[in-house]
């Protein structure tokens, strides 16, 4: 199972994310541009000593993404707080992909538009919140995941 981080801004995120990726045993896919410098210090910092640990790979692109991996249908699994589907609800598959977008404007449209089937949302109860920060709905989402594949 992999994370998949598309165009990410902030490098506590994604030092974070790369953290819950070893913790997990999940690759961590960052699609560029990025917002930042994978060497910055925000970066390990947030991933602590874990970061040397993180299955790490990078594709220049969305399209390099799609045309290295052709991810199946059943695969992708997009995430938008806009997503007519919850979280709660798929079968994620071993190999899925969960993605995710950029923390200000989270996925393009040209990402979402042919994959509109694939969007889901973390529901929100609250009136008062319009988003979640991106690293802890990643993690949310990674521990659903593999829940039903986890039996220990």
Not at 43 to 57: E, F, M, Q
Request: aromatic share 12%.
């Amino acid at each position: 199972m992999s994370i998949v981080l598309v165009t990410p801004e902030i490098p506590g995120n994604t030092g974070a994310m790369g953290r819950t990726c070893v913790a997990l045993d999940m690759e961590l896919i960052l699609i560029h541009p990025l917002g930042f410098e994978l060497t910055e210090s925000r970066v390990k910092r947030a991933g602590l000593d874990y970061w040397k640990h993180v299955r790490l790979v990078e594709f220049a692109s969305w399209e390099d993404f799609i045309a290295a991996r052709c991810p199946r249908e059943d695969q992708l699994f997009l995430f938008e707080e806009y997503g007519a589907q919850s979280f709660y609800d798929p079968d994620y598959p071993e190999d899925a992909y969960l993605v995710f977008g950029r923390e200000t404007t989270g996925l393009p449209p040209e990402i979402t538009r042919p994959w509109q089937h694939r969007i889901f949302n973390l529901p929100m109860r609250s009136e008062h919140i319009r988003s979640l920060n991106m690293a802890n709905t990643a993690t949310a989402v990674a521990y659903q995941a593999l829940r039903q594949q986890y039996k220990g």
